[in-house]
Structure formats: C-alpha cells, structure tokens
C-alpha cells in the first residue's frame, strides 16, 4: 500500500488549503483514512478521520473549520482546511489502516503512512 499526500503549501491566516491522499496497492474502502499533523518539536497529533462506514471524526481545535471526506471510487481522502491559523502550521500525514474504534485517533490505529506534506499559515 503506498499512500500519497499532496495540497500543502504556504497561506496567509484565513485562507483555506485542501490537501489529498491517494491509496494505491488495494482498495480502500473498508479501512479509515485517517489525517495527522506533526509540528517542530512536538508529537503527531491526530486531526481527521473517515472510517469505513461514514462517520468522521475531527480534532477539537479543527472542528468548524476542516472538513474530511474521501472518494472511494478514486481510493483518495481529502481535507478541507478552511480559516487556517499559524497553529494549524505542521507537516500533515495521511494515514490508512483498520482501528477499533477507541483508537480511531491513534497513531498506533494506523498501519500505513504517507511521506507527509507541509502546511504553513503566516499570521
């Protein structure tokens, strides 16, 4: 399974990115697709999730402002990131995998990961 993330980019405070992952190697429409984000000096940090059967999952911090969803025809999840803050600044991660549901928002929850793309909010 390979996932690729791609979206990221420099905006100002306020603005809105969309970032995609795509899987390939096996569908993936029963497993969770899963978003984290990893700032300097910090742990990763878990954002967004999709799981297989349509319930999505969000970050306090996140909520009202991202918005995931995923085309399982197309094998890709995307993130919707809208009124960004210079606190949303962090390299974000997608990730694939079968967590129960106490760990949906876990890293251990995922077995797979893409190389992360940089997200960078000036204020």
């Known amino acids: 399974v390979q996932l690729q993330a791609s979206g990221g980019g420099l905006v100002e405070a306020g603005g809105s990115l969309r970032l995609s992952c795509a899987a390939s190697?096996?569908?993936?429409?029963?497993?969770?697709m899963g978003w984290f984000r990893q700032a300097p000096g910090k742990e990763r940090e878990f954002v967004s999730a999709?799981?297989?059967?349509?319930?999505?999952y969000y970050t306090d911090s996140v909520k009202g402002r991202f918005t995931i969803s995923r085309d399982n025809a197309k094998n890709t999840v995307y993130l919707q990131m809208n009124r960004l803050k210079p606190e949303d600044t962090a390299v974000y991660f997608c990730?694939?995998?079968?967590?129960?549901?106490?760990?949906?928002?876990?890293?251990?929850?995922?077995?797979?990961w893409g190389q992360g793309t940089q997200v960078t909010v000036s204020s």
């Open positions: 190697g096996r569908p993936f429409s029963n497993y969770a």
């Open positions: 990730a694939l995998g079968r967590p129960i549901l106490s760990s949906i928002r876990t890293v251990e929850g995922y077995g797979y």
């Open positions: 999709y799981r297989y059967n349509g319930y999505t």
